[in-house]
């Protein structure tokens, strides 16, 4: 991505000097485990200079027992041709009211488009499962995640019937997803092999379930902006890559507590933009951060070191169809308060998580909660657009 773009149209003059002039200053650059000098960790044995590179470092393999090809190492594996590329499509969801149980039907395709059994692609040993969350105007549950291997399949389109209701109870538009993965053994030229999940994008749609037209969750984040420092980001085992379903889960109410152990309680919040602003500042942070995850995982994120400018908002918030930004307040009445038992204080207004994610020192935290009332945050006085202290002025770069 660094040498050639995304774009094959515009790649640069020397695009291909990356695989075919290898030298030891550049290549030692990355395997600084590598001593040319005495030939420690280098297979070549001692290189005096860089006149031999090329002979065993080709672009492509001609002779296995020989070649260390540049392209075959550095080919990350979801960018292997071995990938066939798995799509997921929803195609309706029927039957939604409150109380009642949606009715999804969806494809599973491979990149040629052909459609997959998800009983046979489970028994290859893939997952599957529909999830369904709500409401939009800001998700405030854990969502219902249900297995779908056992959908019906008709040779092209596979229907799965929700076991979890909709609550009685509910209001709004409703959002269902799909999670989909399998897993590669990708052979390396090496002889070895190397593991890696594929997961479809995650379709998420939208569905009224009291509203008379289906109102999508606010945009915020843009997945682009992500991906071009993370390339591809797939979390949870490589099967949830959409911004538009992390947050189903990561919302206000949502904690660690259900992998936390009790003896380090209180649990963590993981409401996505709290989260997110606190994995990103990393070592700038003044309060621990850690998350415990699956199979009891301790996660630690204050090394994290961010590689950018972090007051630069735009580097990762979409825009707003009429070019406003998307990380100033007031939000909206309808947006939650945070549950944020490891703070300062709990709960905290939307715009005072999101906030205090980054400036988490408690000079910050005892300003918003001075700035907060029982109905309300203040926020937008200051912080809003056009005042004096606006988010996208404080914040531009």
């Known amino acids: 991505n660094c040498h050639e773009g995304t774009d094959p149209a515009a790649k640069p003059t020397q695009a291909a000097n990356w695989y075919t ?13 590598v001593n040319f000098a005495t030939g420690s960790g280098h297979e070549g044995g001692i290189q005096p200079d860089d006149s031999l590179c090329a002979s065993c470092h080709v672009p492509t393999p001609d002779n296995p027992d020989v070649d260390a090809p540049i392209q075959d ?26 109380g009642k149980g949606p009715v999804v039907t969806f494809q599973l395709t491979d990149v040629d488009g052909t459609p997959l059994d998800p009983k046979t692609f489970a028994a290859l040993g893939a997952s599957l499962n529909v999830v369904l969350g709500g409401p939009t105007s800001d998700y405030a549950i854990t969502p219902f995640r249900e297995s779908a291997v056992g959908a019906t399949f008709d040779g092209s389109a596979a229907v799965y019937a929700f076991k979890s209701a909709i609550p009685p109870s509910a209001a709004g538009t409703w959002a269902v997803s799909i999670e989909a993965r399998r897993a590669y053994s990708l052979p390396r030229i090496s002889g ?20 008379a037209a289906p109102i999508p969750r606010r945009t915020v984040v843009a997945l682009s902006n992500c991906n071009r420092c993370h390339d591809r980001l797939a979390v949870h085992g490589g099967q949830r890559l959409a911004v538009e379903e992390c947050v189903i889960c990561h919302n206000a109410n949502a904690d660690d507590s259900g992998r936390r152990p009790a003896a380090a309680s209180p ?90 994610g980054c400036h988490d020192n408690r000079d910050a935290a005892a300003h918003a909660y001075l700035s907060t009332a029982p109905f309300g945050e203040a926020c937008g006085s200051c912080h809003g657009g056009g005042a004096d202290w606006a988010a996208a002025k404080v914040h531009a770069r």
């Open 267 to 356: 649990p963590e919040s993981i409401e996505l933009a709290r989260m997110i602003h606190r994995i990103h500042s990393g070592e700038n942070l003044t309060q621990d951060f850690t998350i415990y995850g699956f199979g009891g995982s301790v996660n630690g994120f204050n090394a994290v070191r961010f590689p950018g400018d972090r007051r630069d908002c735009n580097a990762c918030h979409a825009t707003g169809v009429d070019g406003s930004v998307t990380y100033e307040p007031p939000l909206s009445t309808a947006t939650l308060n945070v549950v944020t038992m490891r703070d300062y204080f709990t709960p905290q207004g939307p715009a005072t998580a999101a906030c205090l």
């Open 73 to 98: 190492a550095h080919t990350v594996p979801y960018r292997s041709p071995l990938v066939k590329g798995l799509t997921a499509t929803i195609l309706s969801v029927d039957n939604v009211a409150p």
């Open 21 to 33: 002039y290898p030298r030891r200053a550049v290549c030692g650059s990355c395997h600084d485990d």
């Open 192 to 211: 070895e092999t190397e593991s890696y999940t594929e997961g479809a994008l995650n379709p998420v749609v939208y569905v009224p379930v009291a509203d």
